[in-house]
């Protein structure tokens, strides 16, 4: 038989890659992002109480419309915006289905879709399978900010969606208050363009105010927001997650997602819902994190890796310049056999496989885990 794949330049993931590596070598695993830690037992609970109340069945295609309103309660709580749980938000099985269920509901053969590297690997392949063409435009190096006039200049007659992500996977950076102006700015020049905002790792800023595209009326008409449960609870394996976008937008999005997964996982979803509730937690991730954070770069003092800026998400790079000029995969796997730390290249989510001699760590992590590994880290000369 021969196949013609629809993705022929696709490997293995770098996450899948460099996790396996730190299992057989037992290395910390600083690379994939997941936590290390347990939930709370509160959600623990939650989920008992799912399972004992028969929640198991297919939930609505949807989502459950109590955890919606849950979380248009908290969109109000968090942004001052009324967002209908009716038709405006859709309970997806994690953002990366939500993300795909966005570019299959609108990208068509030929479409061009403008997206930023380094970019998390998901939307690139996702753009291709629908037979779109995928424009990249690299971040300014070391801030990792957009050049909005390149923006401009690579905007056609073709072009159907731009995907931001803010705050930046994998390079932490966030967006400014001119950030917002200048991509409303786009969409009064270009109504007809979409917007695909991930925003995962809203609740991990650790500087100013968190500039979602929700809180802009301009905006919102034109986009669709991803948001992930898995993050923000610390539940990755859970792959629950939820878009948000106008009624208009949304109807077609839940075309495509109803013939994907139908509906996520009901039990999870009832758990989530009950946890909203009664719980506020979510207001405090940012302080949770950033303690991480902070912890880290206090254990990295004297270290030949010099840590970048890290504003937002549980990410932060090191330029490990001043140690080796080996590529960054080489850096990364090397750093993983002999000395038991894995982490992850940079320039892996680039187009071009720019190498600025970078390396993205996960601070999601135990504070054992995060001194053990930064006691082996500061030993590279």
């Known amino acids: 038989m021969k196949i013609k794949s629809k993705l022929p330049e696709i490997e293995t993931s770098i996450f899948t890659v460099m996790s396996a590596l730190a299992n057989q070598e037992n290395a910390i695993n600083l690379s994939q992002g997941f936590p290390d830690f347990p939930i709370d037992i509160e959600l623990k609970k939650k989920v008992i109480e799912g399972l004992s109340a028969e929640q198991v069945q297919y939930a609505p295609m949807a989502g459950r419309l109590d955890l919606r309103t849950e979380i248009a309660k908290k969109i109000l709580t968090q942004h001052q ?3 209908s749980a009716v038709d405006e938000i859709t309970i997806t099985a994690g953002a990366t289905q939500a993300i795909y269920s966005a570019i299959t509901a609108f990208i068509n053969i030929g479409d061009e879709v403008i997206l930023f590297d380094p970019a998390y690997d998901c939307y690139d392949p996702s753009i291709v399978l629908q037979g779109g063409v995928p424009i ?20 056609s007659i073709k072009t159907k969606m731009i995907i931001v992500n803010n705050p930046h996977n994998p390079t932490g950076s966030i967006w400014g208050k001119n950030d917002i102006i200048e991509l409303e700015n786009i969409i009064k020049t270009y109504p007809n363009l979409i917007i695909l905002s991930d925003e995962v790792y809203e609740h991990m800023q650790y500087q100013n105010v968190h500039q979602s595209v929700l809180k802009s009326d301009i905006l919102y008409q034109n986009s669709i927001v991803t948001y992930s449960f898995g993050k923000t609870f610390h539940v990755t394996g859970w792959k629950l997650g939820y878009a948000v976008a106008s009624p208009k937008l949304t109807n077609e999005l839940r075309k495509s997602h109803q013939f994907q997964v139908f509906c996520a996982n009901n039990t999870m979803q009832y758990a989530i819902s009950e946890y909203l509730k009664t719980d506020t937690s979510w207001q405090n991730v940012h302080s949770f994190y ?25 990410f932060m790079l090191f330029d490990y310049s001043a140690i080796s000029n080996e590529s960054d995969v080489k850096f990364a796997k090397r750093l993983t056999k002999e000395f038991k730390v894995a982490t992850i290249p940079v320039s ?5 496989k720019t190498d600025h001699k970078v390396i993205r760590i996960c601070f999601a992590k135990q504070d054992d885990t995060l001194i053990k590994a930064a006691r082996i880290l500061k030993k590279l000369i």
Not at 136 to 155: D, G
Not at 290 to 314: A, H, V
Not at 348 to 352: G, I, P, Q, S, T
Request: glycine share 4%; with cysteine.
């Open 81 to 83: 915006k009324t967002i």
């Open 136 to 155: 990249h435009i690299e971040l300014e190096f070391p801030s990792y900010s957009i050049n909005w006039l390149a923006v401009q200049s690579k905007i």
């Open 290 to 314: 950033q303690t991480k954070r902070d912890l880290f770069l206090k254990e990295m003092e004297g270290s030949k890796l010099i840590p970048l800026p890290c504003n937002g998400t549980y």
């Open 348 to 352: 892996v989510f680039y187009e071009n």
